[in-house]
């Protein structure tokens, strides 16, 4: 009988026991429910914020860049090839004129006082025509076609004299209304030519004879 008994006090032990500690788990699975809930919850906010942001700051298409050590290589010559070119343009520009300019200087010093000779082409006589005929074959390597002021002219384009550059020529009509003189221009209006007075000589468009009579400038077709 007493066995009995406290084997009964032990299954009521048992079964109170077992019914408070499902109790308890009852209550730690509904709070854990709950906090479940807010914590998916609150990801889900924390990600629609995340997106938003991403689509707001979008990054931009960054420009594609060599795939090869070659291709950077390839670029960087361009440039230097072009800033090169460029350069040795410009610089070889500058010195065949400074080439020409002291050629034709050279020139004109050398023939300077050749007296004037009609059809005259040498160092004992040269005419106006004569003279521009040799200077521009000798510093410039131009050959004319023509003999007279006016074939050289016709060879030629027409400038204005405001037009007139260092080595251009300038034509007069001296006698008439044709063209019969011509001369090679220098700068601020002094030009060299074979006057039938002095020979080879410098004057200026400035001086009133020359000025009166001045007809064109004219310049080598390219």
């Known amino acids: 009988m007493i066995r009995g008994f406290i084997y009964s006090e ?24 709950k906090h479940l809930a807010y914590l998916c919850l609150l990801s889900l906010i924390l990600l629609l914020g995340s997106c938003a942001m991403l689509k707001d700051k979008a990054p931009a298409k960054r420009k594609k860049s060599p795939s090869f050590d070659h291709e950077i290589l390839k670029d960087e010559n361009k440039r230097a ?5 460029d350069e040795s343009s410009s610089n070889g520009s ?4 400074e080439t020409a300019s002291t050629a034709l200087e050279d020139f004109i010093e050398d023939w300077y ?23 521009y ?37 001296v006698r008439g209304h044709r063209i019969d003189h011509v001369g090679i221009y220098l700068k601020n209006g002094d030009f060299a030519h074979t006057s039938s007075s002095r020979g080879v ?4 468009l400035s001086n009133v004879y020359w000025n009166k009579r001045f007809f064109k400038g004219a310049r080598f077709k390219s």
């Open 10 to 33: 032990w299954s009521l032990n048992n079964f109170f026991g077992a019914m408070l500690g499902q109790c308890t788990t009852f209550r730690f699975l509904n709070m854990l429910r």
């Open 81 to 85: 090839d072009h800033d090169d070119a």
């Open 94 to 97: 500058d010195r065949e004129f």
């Open 113 to 135: 006082g050749t007296p004037h000779r009609m059809g005259g082409m040498t160092k004992s006589g040269v005419d106006c025509s004569g003279f521009v005929i040799i200077a």
């Open 137 to 173: 074959r000798e510093v410039f390597g131009r050959n004319f076609k023509g003999r007279r002021a006016e074939d050289l002219f016709s060879e030629m384009k027409a400038l204005r004299r405001s037009d007139l550059e260092y080595g251009d020529l300038v034509f007069f009509k």
């Open 201 to 204: 000589m410098i004057s200026n």
